[in-house]
C-alpha cells in the first residue's frame, strides 16, 4: 500500500470510528425514550453499509476500481437487508430477552451500563469487522491471485447472501402460520443446520474478506472476519439463542442432536 493510501486509511477509519459513536448514540437516545434496546438490532447491517459509503465517498482517488465497486455494493446490499429484516421482524415486539436480562442484572446506573455493553461495543464491533472493506477500498495492487480471490469471494458472499435470505424468509413464513405457534422451525435449509442466517453470515464477511485480498495490505485484516465467525458461533449468536430455544421450545435437544449447529450437512437418523 501507497504512503497517501496509509494515511487516506488512517484518515477515513478515524472517521467511520466518529460516524458509528455519533450513529449509535443517536439509537442510544431513542432506545432509551422509547424504553426499547432492541431498536440497536436493526441499525447492526446498516451500520456497515455506512462505513462502505463513507469509506468510498472519501477516497475516491485510492484503490482499484473494480474492487471498490464489489466491496461498496456488496457490503451495502448485505447491510441494508439485513436491517430492513430485523426491522420487520420487530416491529411491535417487546424488549428482547438478552437485553432485558442484562439490565436487570446490571448494578449502578443502567442507562449507562446500556450504553457501554450495548451501543458502544456493537459501534467498536462494526469498526473492527469492517476493516477488510475499509482497507480494500484504498489499497492497491490487483494481481492475477487477487482476481482469483475475489472471484471466489463473490461466490462466497453470494452462498452466504442466499442462505440469509433463504433462511430468514422460511423461518418468517413457518412463524406467521397460526398452527405453528410453539413448534420448531425444521423444515428447508434449517433441516441442515440449527443456523442457516449464521452461516450465511460468516460466508458473507469471509467473501468480503477474500474481494479485498488481492491488495495485500488486506491480509492484515484476517482477525476481522475469524471474529465475526466467533461472535456468531461462540459469542452472542448461537449460545445465547440455543440457551432461550431449549428452554422454551419442546423438542429442540432432539432437533440439535440430529443436526448441525453451523455447516449445514445432512441430519443425522
Same mark, same amino acid.
Given at each position: 500500500?501507497?504512503?497517501? #493510501?496509509?494515511?487516506? &486509511? %488512517?484518515?477515513?477509519? $478515524?472517521? @467511520?470510528? !466518529?460516524?458509528?459513536?455519533?450513529?449509535? #448514540?443517536?439509537? &442510544?437516545?431513542? +432506545?432509551?425514550?422509547?424504553?426499547?434496546?432492541?431498536?440497536?438490532?436493526?441499525?447492526?447491517?446498516?451500520? &456497515?453499509?455506512?462505513?462502505?459509503?463513507?469509506?468510498?465517498?472519501?477516497?475516491? @482517488?485510492?484503490?482499484?476500481?473494480?474492487?471498490?465497486?464489489?466491496?461498496?455494493?456488496?457490503?451495502?446490499?448485505? +447491510?441494508?437487508?439485513? /436491517?430492513?429484516?430485523?426491522?420487520?421482524?420487530?416491529?411491535?415486539?417487546?424488549? @428482547?430477552?438478552?437485553? !432485558?436480562? =442484562?439490565?436487570?442484572?446490571?448494578?449502578?446506573?443502567?442507562?449507562?451500563?446500556? &450504553?457501554?455493553?450495548?451501543?458502544?461495543?456493537? $459501534?467498536?464491533?462494526?469498526?473492527?469487522?469492517?476493516?477488510?472493506?475499509?482497507?480494500?477500498?484504498?489499497?492497491?495492487? %490487483? /494481481?492475477?491471485?487477487?482476481?482469483? $480471490?475475489?472471484?471466489?469471494?463473490?461466490?462466497?458472499?453470494?452462498?452466504?447472501?442466499?442462505?440469509?435470505?433463504?433462511?430468514?424468509?422460511?423461518? !418468517?413464513?413457518?412463524?406467521? @402460520?397460526p398452527a405453528n405457534r410453539g413448534r420448531l422451525m425444521t423444515e428447508g435449509l434449517w433441516r441442515y443446520t440449527r443456523h442457516p442466517n449464521y452461516f450465511g453470515d460468516a460466508c458473507v464477511w469471509w467473501g468480503l474478506f477474500l474481494i479485498g485480498v488481492g491488495a495485500?495490505? *488486506?491480509?492484515? *485484516?484476517?482477525?476481522?472476519?475469524?471474529? =465475526? *465467525?466467533?461472535?456468531?458461533?461462540?459469542?452472542?449468536?448461537?449460545?445465547?439463542?440455543?440457551?432461550?430455544?431449549?428452554?422454551?421450545?419442546?423438542?429442540? $435437544?432432539?432437533?440439535?442432536?440430529?443436526?448441525? +449447529?453451523?455447516?449445514?450437512?445432512?441430519?443425522?437418523?
Open positions: 500500500m501507497r504512503a497517501e #493510501s496509509v494515511g487516506a &486509511f %488512517a484518515a477515513v477509519s $478515524a472517521i @467511520d470510528a !466518529a460516524v458509528l459513536l455519533i450513529a449509535f #448514540s443517536g439509537v &442510544f437516545v431513542v +432506545g432509551m425514550a422509547r424504553g426499547r434496546h432492541r431498536y440497536v438490532d436493526a441499525v447492526w447491517g446498516s451500520a &456497515f453499509a455506512l462505513v462502505a459509503v463513507v469509506t468510498a465517498a472519501l477516497t475516491t @482517488d485510492h484503490g482499484d476500481g473494480w474492487r471498490r465497486w464489489l466491496l461498496a455494493v456488496c457490503t451495502v446490499v448485505w +447491510g441494508l437487508r439485513l /436491517s430492513v429484516h430485523i426491522a420487520r421482524r420487530g416491529r411491535g415486539a417487546p424488549e @428482547d430477552p438478552r437485553y !432485558a436480562a =442484562m439490565l436487570a442484572k446490571a448494578g449502578g446506573n443502567p442507562a449507562w451500563t446500556a &450504553f457501554t455493553r450495548v451501543y458502544l461495543l456493537q $459501534a467498536v464491533l462494526v469498526w473492527f469487522i469492517s476493516l477488510p472493506v475499509q482497507v480494500g477500498l484504498v489499497a492497491t495492487g %490487483a /494481481s492475477g491471485a487477487g482476481l482469483t $480471490a475475489a472471484v471466489i469471494g463473490v461466490a462466497l458472499w453470494l452462498l452466504g447472501l442466499g442462505f440469509e435470505t433463504v433462511g430468514d424468509w422460511q423461518l !418468517a413464513r413457518f412463524k406467521a @402460520d495485500w495490505p *488486506t491480509l492484515l *485484516t484476517i482477525l476481522s472476519p475469524v471474529l =465475526m *465467525t466467533w461472535l456468531l458461533t461462540s459469542g452472542s449468536g448461537k449460545p445465547l439463542v440455543e440457551a432461550h430455544l431449549k428452554a422454551t421450545r419442546p423438542g429442540y $435437544a432432539e432437533y440439535a442432536a440430529r443436526t448441525s +449447529g453451523f455447516i449445514p450437512r445432512p441430519p443425522q437418523t
